[in-house]
């Protein structure tokens, strides 16, 4: 699959259903079929919506966890904690289960985000803090994350 692209802004029902943005629909089209997978995110109160390949690329690097070390397995049970596989309606509508709605604070207004391979789904309140937030430091970020010319990893 592509990098995904795009942020949108959209509305949440009140039984937690959302349509997802045409332009993403349309890039998602090749693994709609499939399915998703609906997470809670490590690092941000958002969630985190996989396509099913995208899930099962990563559950197999999780599952190589050598599950009698401890700190491998309290990592595997909150990673997968709330997880939930997620089907779009006849309309292309999905429906967010109410404790990740909880766990997001998601209101009326999200933002769904493109992260490469992956779409966050936030409150908007909540998504346009994390990005004010982040504004500051980003440039240090940047450079630390992406300007490594040493090995390889950064981009020239």
């Not at 998703?36 to 197999?60: D, G, H, I, N, S």
């Amino acid at each position: 699959m592509n990098a995904l692209i795009g942020s949108y802004e959209c509305k949440v029902d009140a039984k937690g259903r959302m349509m997802l943005p045409a332009a993403l629909k349309r890039q998602l089209a090749p693994v709609v079929q499939s399915g998703f997978v609906l997470k809670r995110a490590v690092f941000q109160p958002c969630l985190e919506l996989y396509p099913m390949a995208e899930w099962e690329a990563l559950m197999q690097k999780v599952n190589k966890l050598n599950r009698f070390k401890k700190k491998n397995n309290d990592f595997i049970r909150r990673f997968t904690a709330g997880v939930k596989v997620i089907e779009l309606d006849a309309s292309g509508r999905l429906l967010v289960p109410k404790d990740l709605v909880v766990f997001a604070n998601i209101q009326k207004d999200i933002v769904v985000s493109s992260a490469v391979n992956i779409i966050e789904i936030w409150d908007k309140t909540s998504y346009e803090q994390a990005i004010n937030d982040a504004a500051d430091d980003f440039a240090d970020l940047a450079e630390e994350v992406m300007g490594q010319d040493d090995d390889g990893a950064g981009i020239s």
